[in-house]
């Protein structure tokens, strides 16, 4: 691993509560209902973490927790709109690793590192890789094998440009020493659907949430 607690790994998906700084908790904390901006669509691993964390968190603070969904750019929307938040504890993040690589890639509004407050580190997964079926190759050994035999023809879906799964793949084009092309999604089960693209890198959950499904993918190595 890259690092234990700031990256976790290029390789592993990390879900980090984050907010932007504020000044000391005030007893009337919180006053009004909290928003809980999560960078990608409805639906996917993050959202229903975030959505069970936001039951007990409730209870908790006794006050409701909004979930906002602010997909695109690599959850750099979503950064931008919890940077630009009033810092006074009522607007909260839920991250990955995605969003500490967007910021040594590109140019932000906002700073990683200073702008906002870590809280809690949620949950951390191991990325795994995967391939649709008709990829002819039943171990990471024969996958790459193949990949280096169909290059030119390969292509591999990710969820964001300079995301830990295009992270993954890179790492895995230079171990094979041969590059194909990479195609972005909103969401990372996108990248499946229908078989559009030959292989990704994704979490256990996204593997078992395509089980028993048309273009459920079959897994060729348990840790990228």
């Not at 007893?27 to 809980?36: A, D, G, V």
């Not at 936001?54 to 690599?74: C, D, K, R």
């Amino acid at each position: 691993m890259i690092s234990t607690r700031i990256l976790l790994s290029a390789m592993a998906a990390a879900s980090v509560c984050l907010s932007a700084p504020q000044p000391a908790a005030s007893q009337s904390f919180p006053s009004h209902p909290i928003s809980l901006i999560v960078p990608y669509a409805a639906g996917g691993g993050i959202d229903a973490l975030a959505r069970l964390l936001i039951e007990t968190l409730a209870a908790s603070l006794g006050q409701p927790i909004i979930v906002e969904n602010v997909a695109g750019a690599g959850g750099t929307i979503a950064m931008g709109r919890l940077a630009r938040a009033k810092p006074d504890g009522h607007t909260l993040g839920i991250g990955t690793v995605d969003q500490i690589t967007n910021g040594a890639i590109y140019q932000l509004p906002y700073d990683v590192v200073n702008d906002f407050e870590p809280i809690i580190l949620l949950a951390s997964s191991p990325y795994l890789i995967v391939s649709k079926n008709a990829v002819p190759a039943k171990n990471l050994a024969e996958l790459i094998t193949w990949l280096k035999a169909n290059k030119e023809r390969v292509s591999e879906g990710h969820n964001g440009v300079g995301g830990g799964q295009h992270l993954c793949g890179i790492n895995l084009q230079k171990s094979v020493g041969a590059q194909w092309p990479f195609v972005p999604y909103r969401r990372s089960g996108a990248a499946g659907l229908g078989g559009r693209t030959d292989r990704r890198a994704v979490s256990p959950g996204r593997v078992w949430a395509g089980a028993g499904t048309q273009w459920t993918d079959q897994t060729l190595c348990g840790n990228c």
